[in-house]
């Protein structure tokens, strides 16, 4: 059984930076990994996602040029160095992983594996 699970959430001013970690374990780990967001009373969206090999991205038009998502070398763990961050980036983000291989999906419901989130609040 693959979980993942997020860390690295908190508070940060307007313009910091954090980096959120997604660790996986029960499964190879070649899995894609995305990563989410939701604010209240919005919406889960499409942040970014990585391929199994870490050589495929995609990003939301929203953080592109200011998030990155990145593979440790172990390839288990993935990261989202989010910079230049703004009160709109307040959310709760989740990490997702699935086992198509290759397939950078922006729709959630075609991630199979979903952590329990983590608390990103952005203060003006």
């Known amino acids: 059984q693959v979980q993942v699970a997020e860390s690295g959430g908190g508070l940060v001013q307007a313009g910091g930076s954090l980096r959120l970690s997604c660790a996986a374990s029960g499964g190879t780990f070649s899995y894609v990994t995305g990563w989410f967001r939701q604010a209240p009373g919005k919406e889960r969206e499409f942040v970014a996602t990585?391929?199994?090999?870490?050589?495929?991205?995609v990003y939301a038009d929203s953080v592109k040029g200011r998030f990155t998502i990145s593979r440790g070398n172990a390839k288990n763990t993935v990261y989202l160095q989010m910079n230049s961050l703004n009160p709109e980036d307040t959310a709760v983000y989740y990490c997702?992983?699935?086992?198509?291989?290759?397939?950078?999906?922006?729709?959630?419901?075609?991630?199979?594996?979903w952590g329990q989130g983590t608390q990103v609040t952005v203060s003006s």
């Open positions: 990585i391929s199994g090999t870490g050589g495929s991205t």
């Open positions: 997702a992983a699935h086992s198509k291989t290759g397939m950078l999906y922006r729709t959630a419901s075609m991630y199979d594996y």
